[in-house]
């Protein structure tokens, strides 16, 4: 582990969001791209120093480099790679809708944010109150 | 005791479950759980009466001592004897009430008549009489309030039993905001006191009750609970709106049992906590609020069930004034006056019920006198409504002399007086309601211009058969028993307050006690009562010039609606700026708190860099990746981005070799090859460089969260290999090296443990890789389904509207379904 080496994942992850906060499903999938080989970073510095090829018999066992910390990690970009290529699919087929591969805002929130439901509610019982109110008036 | 509660819940559930086919039935299988109950009672009530409650444990968590403790003591006998005793007549009558024949009321009520709401109500209300059951018995605090909440959740499904109605929904939602913010406060209390004195068993509780300003704090909690249930001055709101509710429910829950549990609770405490801090200024301030509040508004009201229900806010004030002070002479007038009112309210209730259903009205107005028919049931109302006024020789009778005589002779407390004067004051309120109950009944009320239509309604109205009347016509005859005989039940009521005050003198009630004070009060009560009555006409004139003059004061009810729109309205903004649909702005919400908050945390644990440089390589290397990564965020056009993305990829190949792991830098190799490959497969449909669109988020906050995360990363991965050195013994890795060879058979330990130690979740790397593979191919083949007839998802969506236009898409959203929006 070296700071130089922090460094880099913290650039990775920083030009991942970066990337990751615009409308663009492309750039949404480079980003992740970039995150994920900054995962990779981290899990890769986690194992301590560098070393030698952890294969038995090739080496003194002590010079090896961390094998776990390489495993995790070749399931990392395995995975990195299935995720991008559904991304990779999903923008194809926004594009094939829409001949553009932009991520709209969500129609449903922005409905539920205007709703009037609790308008609604509130107003039920203010009626029956006042209805109370005016039979006393009455009586 | 366990068996009778779990009796209830059974019952209860098979009669929901069985309301389609049973209808008004349902109740006759409901009566069954009260039955059983009052003739265990009979069972246990000698050896309660004679001073020994019987008790039940249930060992629940042995190991945690948490148990479930019921104690039917004397007190808990007299309020059993209420909940099933009125409980098993309820279901009686509510057979008759949903009864088919319905001549005026059966536009309006069908929904509530249909066979499952009457099922549902049933179970219901026999769910309920278990839960209040669980109220009195309990000997836990816990359980108490688990069983209070029980209630209220009850209570809130059978107001809003009718669901289609509005005005249901909103008294039901007005009932539970109401108890189940009382609910809290009294769970808090209930932790309280529990806490300070060291257990959650009343029974204890009351050998050694514990004191001190915590304890304080605690009661005042209790006391909200208690008052929101009870439906005490500022919060009695919800129970004149809870009677939408159909009058079987009005009469068990609203008047009978459920708004008592309040009064029961501040009955158990006060003798333990009374003296303590400001407990009894707050309930007897409370209660005489209370008290002469819902006995003015009683006076006011045109509909008979409303004027009973504010009739019934008046009285539990009254109660709460009697068994609130922790005295004992007091707390037996209030012991009996529990009886009594059970007695009489629930009569006057069912009478109610029954004009209701012969004539589709409750409204004085529309009441024109019945035919003579009509005698036993008038006769039942007359009982009822002068035993409320408190009228010699019946029940209520006893319990006002009893008050009175205890707050004259014995209410050695601060404000006595004036607490005296308040019930003189509300009784002289009480009797002239109880008389506009009767009057109106005779109708001596009607408007004098009705229509003949409303005249016939009444004179012919078809007279309540036996079974309707049964109930209420026992129970008169109980409120003329004890009136006349009220020695009956001197063991009873001794028992009762005997659990409250041990050291309380032996009880005995009297029909006549000579002419005490209390009798000249009672008297002057009655004069006073008859005057409003005969007044009536002044009085009501300066009671709408008064509510007229007041009209700008804001009502508990108006100010509870206007909290409620608050609330609304407050949380619509937050959700209107929170989740406004925009992707970027929820990622930055998400990322910004997955960093800086962990963030702070890191800090602390920072210890010192590491050494800066590695291996010379490295530079070299870091420097292209940074370059390259900064370019693929910033290159106007996609297949730019998508090559730099490659060039960061073949970089991390090399990187990987420096660091000795060659399986990495050839999986890489081979994976970003391939990852190349797809983007540039996509990347051939879509236009080369990116188009201009306004993005969601200003460019210098979204460099600003992207340094924030940077940061963040930064930190942590310097603190985590500080961190790793920090672990001591031997490591995970140093066993698996040591086991590769002679358990996995396998030079390479990266491969042995991916297929062998860590096999597993290879496995599930496998799946996931097979899902993405799955949607990506689905994905990727809609909209190719072209010469199969029909048009395709693309074309057809071509035919709609570009979705760009989100305001206007709400626009006409809210437009079809017609609704004002405030902006």
Request: charged share 15%.
């Given at each position: 582990?070296?700071?130089?080496?922090?460094?880099?994942?913290?650039?990775?992850?920083?030009?991942?969001?970066?990337?990751?906060?615009?409308?663009?499903?492309?750039?949404?999938?480079?980003?992740?791209?970039?995150?994920?080989?900054?995962?990779?970073?981290?899990?890769?510095?986690?194992?301590?120093?560098?070393?030698?090829?952890?294969?038995?018999?090739?080496?003194?066992?002590?010079?090896?480099?961390?094998?776990?910390?390489?495993?995790?990690?070749?399931?990392?970009?395995?995975?990195?790679?299935?995720?991008?290529?559904?991304?990779?699919?999903?923008?194809?087929?926004?594009?094939?809708?829409?001949?553009?591969?932009?991520?709209?805002?969500?129609?449903?929130?922005?409905?539920?944010?205007?709703?009037?439901?609790?308008?609604?509610?509130?107003?039920?019982?203010?009626?029956?109150?006042?209805?109370?109110?005016?039979?006393?008036?009455?009586? | 005791?366990?068996?009778?509660?779990?009796?209830?819940?059974?019952?209860?559930?098979?009669?929901?479950?069985?309301?389609?086919?049973?209808?008004?039935?349902?109740?006759?299988?409901?009566?069954?759980?009260?039955?059983?109950?009052?003739?265990?009672?009979?069972?246990?009530?000698?050896?309660?009466?004679?001073?020994?409650?019987?008790?039940?444990?249930?060992?629940?968590?042995?190991?945690?001592?948490?148990?479930?403790?019921?104690?039917?003591?004397?007190?808990?006998?007299?309020?059993?004897?209420?909940?099933?005793?009125?409980?098993?007549?309820?279901?009686?009558?509510?057979?008759?009430?949903?009864?088919?024949?319905?001549?005026?009321?059966?536009?309006?009520?069908?929904?509530?008549?249909?066979?499952?709401?009457?099922?549902?109500?049933?179970?219901?209300?026999?769910?309920?009489?278990?839960?209040?059951?669980?109220?009195?018995?309990?000997d836990h605090l816990i359980?108490l309030f688990?069983?209070w909440?029980?209630?209220?959740?009850?209570?809130?499904?059978?107001?809003?039993?009718?669901?289609?109605?509005?005005?249901?929904?909103?008294?039901?939602?007005?009932?539970?905001?109401?108890?189940?913010?009382g609910g809290l406060a009294l769970l808090a209390g209930l932790i309280i006191i529990g806490q300070a004195g060291g257990t959650y068993r009343i029974t204890e509780l009351v050998a050694d009750p514990p004191t001190g300003s915590i304890v304080n704090a605690g009661l005042i909690c209790v006391l909200v609970g208690a008052f929101?249930?009870?439906?005490?001055?500022?919060?009695?709101?919800?129970?004149?709106?809870?009677?939408?509710?159909?009058?079987?429910?009005?009469?068990?829950?609203?008047?009978?049992?459920?708004?008592?549990?309040g009064?029961y609770l501040v009955a158990r405490f006060a003798p333990l906590f009374a003296i303590a801090g400001s407990w009894r200024v707050l309930v007897l301030t409370v209660?005489?609020?209370?008290?002469?509040?819902?006995?003015?508004?009683?006076?006011?009201?045109?509909?008979?069930?409303?004027?009973?229900?504010?009739?019934?806010?008046?009285?539990?004030?009254?109660?709460m004034?009697?068994l609130g002070t922790g005295l004992?002479?007091?707390?037996?007038?209030?012991?009996?006056?529990?009886?009594?009112?059970?007695?009489?309210?629930?009569?006057?209730?069912?009478?109610?019920?029954?004009?209701?259903?012969?004539?589709?009205?409750?409204?004085?107005?529309?009441?024109?006198?019945?035919?003579?028919?009509?005698?036993?049931?008038?006769?039942?109302?007359?009982?009822?409504?002068?035993?409320?006024?408190?009228?010699?020789?019946?029940?209520?009778?006893?319990?006002?002399?009893?008050?009175?005589?205890?707050?004259?002779?014995?209410?050695?407390v601060?404000?006595?007086?004036?607490?005296?004067?308040?019930?003189?004051?509300?009784?002289?309120?009480?009797?002239?309601?109880?008389?506009?109950?009767?009057?109106?009944?005779?109708?001596?009320?009607?408007?004098?211009?009705?229509?003949?239509?409303?005249?016939?309604?009444?004179?012919?109205?078809?007279?309540?058969?036996?079974?309707?009347?049964?109930?209420?016509?026992?129970?008169?005859?109980?409120?003329?028993?004890?009136?006349?005989?009220?020695?009956?039940?001197?063991?009873?009521?001794?028992?009762?307050?005997?659990?409250l005050?041990?050291?309380?003198?032996?009880?005995?009630?009297?029909?006549?006690?000579?002419?005490?004070?209390?009798?000249?009060?009672?008297?002057?009560?009655?004069?006073?009562?008859?005057?409003?009555?005969?007044?009536?006409?002044?009085?009501?004139?300066?009671?709408?010039?008064?509510?007229?003059?007041?009209?700008?004061?804001?009502?508990?009810?108006?100010?509870?609606?206007?909290?409620?729109?608050?609330?609304?309205?407050?949380?619509?903004?937050?959700?209107?700026?929170?989740?406004?649909?925009?992707?970027?702005?929820?990622?930055?919400?998400?990322?910004?708190?997955?960093?800086?908050?962990?963030?702070?945390?890191?800090?602390?644990?920072?210890?010192?860099?590491?050494?800066?440089?590695?291996?010379?390589?490295?530079?070299?290397?870091?420097?292209?990746?940074?370059?390259?990564?900064?370019?693929?965020?910033?290159?106007?056009?996609?297949?730019?981005?998508?090559?730099?993305?490659?060039?960061?990829?073949?970089?991390?190949?090399?990187?990987?070799?420096?660091?000795?792991?060659?399986?990495?830098?050839?999986?890489?190799?081979?994976?970003?090859?391939?990852?190349?490959?797809?983007?540039?497969?996509?990347?051939?449909?879509?236009?080369?460089?990116?188009?201009?669109?306004?993005?969601?988020?200003?460019?210098?906050?979204?460099?600003?969260?992207?340094?924030?995360?940077?940061?963040?990363?930064?930190?942590?991965?310097?603190?985590?290999?500080?961190?790793?050195?920090?672990?001591?013994?031997?490591?995970?890795?140093?066993?698996?090296?040591?086991?590769?060879?002679?358990?996995?058979?396998?030079?390479?330990?990266?491969?042995?443990?991916?297929?062998?130690?860590?096999?597993?979740?290879?496995?599930?790397?496998?799946?996931?890789?097979?899902?993405?593979?799955?949607?990506?191919?689905?994905?990727?083949?809609?909209?190719?389904?072209?010469?199969?007839?029909?048009?395709?998802?693309?074309?057809?969506?071509?035919?709609?509207?570009?979705?760009?236009?989100?305001?206007?898409?709400?626009?006409?959203?809210?437009?079809?379904?017609?609704?004002?929006?405030?902006?």
């Open positions: 582990m070296s700071v130089l080496l922090a460094f880099l994942a913290a650039a990775l992850f920083g030009t991942g969001t970066f990337l990751l906060l615009q409308r663009r499903l492309s750039r949404i999938i480079i980003g992740i791209g970039l995150i994920g080989h900054g995962s990779n970073v981290l899990l890769l510095t986690s194992g301590g120093g560098r070393g030698l090829p952890p294969i038995i018999d090739s080496a003194d066992p002590t010079d090896f480099s961390d094998p776990l910390p390489q495993a995790l990690a070749l399931t990392s970009i395995v995975i990195t790679f299935g995720v991008t290529a559904f991304l990779f699919a999903l923008g194809y087929r926004s594009w094939k809708i829409t001949h553009d591969d932009i991520v709209e805002d969500d129609v449903e929130d922005r409905y539920i944010a205007r709703r009037v439901v609790v308008d609604q509610m509130v107003a039920e019982g203010e009626a029956a109150a006042r209805e109370i109110e005016l039979d006393e008036d009455r009586g | 005791m366990f068996v009778l509660l779990a009796l209830h819940l059974v019952v209860g559930t098979a009669a929901i479950a069985s309301g389609r086919q049973l209808g008004r039935w349902a109740f006759a299988l409901a009566a069954s759980a009260p039955a059983a109950t009052l003739i265990w009672l009979l069972t246990q009530a000698g050896d309660v009466v004679d001073g020994s409650p019987a008790v039940a444990r249930f060992e629940w968590v042995d190991q945690l001592g948490l148990a479930l403790d019921l104690v039917l003591d004397g007190f808990a006998l007299l309020m059993v004897s209420i909940v099933s005793g009125i409980g098993l007549l309820i279901c009686v009558y509510a057979i008759a009430y949903f009864a088919p024949h319905d001549p005026a009321g059966d536009d309006t009520e069908t929904e509530a008549h249909h066979p499952r709401a009457v099922g549902r109500l049933a179970g219901m209300m026999t769910l309920f009489a278990g839960a209040m059951l669980g109220i009195v018995l309990s359980a688990v069983f909440e029980l209630t209220s959740i009850t209570s809130y499904l059978l107001i809003g039993n009718d669901d289609t109605n509005p005005r249901a929904r909103a008294a039901a939602l007005q009932a539970i905001l109401i108890t189940g913010m929101t249930k009870s439906a005490q001055a500022p919060f009695s709101s919800w129970l004149p709106g809870a009677m939408v509710a159909p009058t079987p429910v009005s009469a068990y829950l609203h008047s009978a049992t459920m708004v008592k549990a009064v209660g005489s609020a209370t008290m002469l509040i819902g006995g003015l508004r009683a006076l006011r009201q045109t509909d008979l069930k409303l004027l009973l229900a504010y009739g019934t806010v008046s009285q539990l004030g009254f109660m004034l009697l004992d002479h007091i707390a037996l007038a209030g012991v009996v006056l529990l009886l009594a009112h059970a007695a009489f309210k629930a009569t006057l209730f069912m009478i109610v019920g029954i004009i209701d259903h012969e004539t589709g009205t409750r409204d004085v107005r529309r009441l024109h006198g019945f035919g003579p028919r009509w005698r036993v049931t008038q006769f039942c109302a007359v009982i009822a409504a002068a035993s409320m006024a408190g009228v010699p020789l019946l029940f209520g009778f006893i319990s006002k002399e009893l008050a009175l005589e205890g707050y004259l002779e014995h209410g050695d601060t404000g006595a007086a004036v607490v005296l004067i308040v019930i003189v004051a509300a009784s002289v309120l009480t009797f002239a309601y109880s008389a506009r109950f009767v009057l109106g009944m005779f109708g001596v009320l009607a408007a004098p211009d009705a229509d003949p239509t409303d005249i016939a309604l009444t004179r012919d109205a078809h007279a309540p058969g036996w079974l309707f009347l049964a109930p209420a016509a026992s129970l008169t005859a109980l409120t003329l028993a004890f009136g006349l005989v009220p020695q009956s039940l001197d063991q009873f009521v001794d028992a009762a307050l005997g659990a005050h041990p050291s309380a003198e032996t009880v005995h009630l009297h029909l006549w006690n000579g002419f005490t004070g209390a009798f000249v009060l009672s008297s002057i009560v009655i004069l006073g009562g008859v005057l409003l009555t005969v007044f009536r006409r002044p009085v009501a004139a300066a009671q709408r010039s008064g509510a007229a003059a007041l009209r700008f004061v804001p009502t508990a009810d108006r100010s509870f609606n206007a909290l409620l729109r608050w609330t609304g309205v407050t949380a619509r903004r937050v959700t209107a700026t929170v989740q406004n649909g925009s992707l970027p702005i929820y990622v930055s919400v998400i990322v910004l708190v997955a960093t800086v908050v962990p963030l702070i945390a890191f800090v602390g644990d920072f210890d010192g860099f590491p050494q800066l440089v590695e291996s010379p390589v490295h530079v070299a290397l870091v420097g292209a990746m940074v370059g390259a990564a900064l370019a693929a965020s910033i290159v106007r056009r996609r297949i730019a981005g998508a090559l730099m993305l490659g060039a960061v990829g073949y970089l991390m190949a090399g990187l990987y070799v420096t660091q000795g792991a060659p399986d990495l830098a050839l999986t890489q190799f081979a994976i970003e090859t391939l990852s190349t490959v797809l983007f540039v497969l996509v990347l051939r449909h879509l236009p080369s460089s990116w188009s201009h669109r306004a993005p969601a988020i200003a460019a210098p906050m979204r460099v600003g969260v992207s340094l924030a995360v940077g940061a963040t990363i930064f930190v942590f991965a310097l603190v985590a290999s500080g961190a790793r050195d920090n672990v001591a013994g031997p490591q995970q890795s140093e066993v698996m090296i040591d086991s590769s060879l002679p358990k996995g058979k396998g030079h390479n330990v990266v491969n042995v443990i991916l297929v062998d130690f860590r096999g597993w979740d290879t496995l599930g790397e496998i799946t996931v890789l097979l899902v993405a593979a799955a949607g990506a191919v689905s994905l990727a083949r809609t909209g190719r389904r072209r010469g199969d007839g029909g048009p395709t998802l693309e074309e057809l969506l071509d035919e709609l509207e570009p979705a760009t236009d989100v305001d206007g898409a709400v626009d006409r959203e809210l437009d079809d379904l017609d609704v004002e929006v405030p902006r």
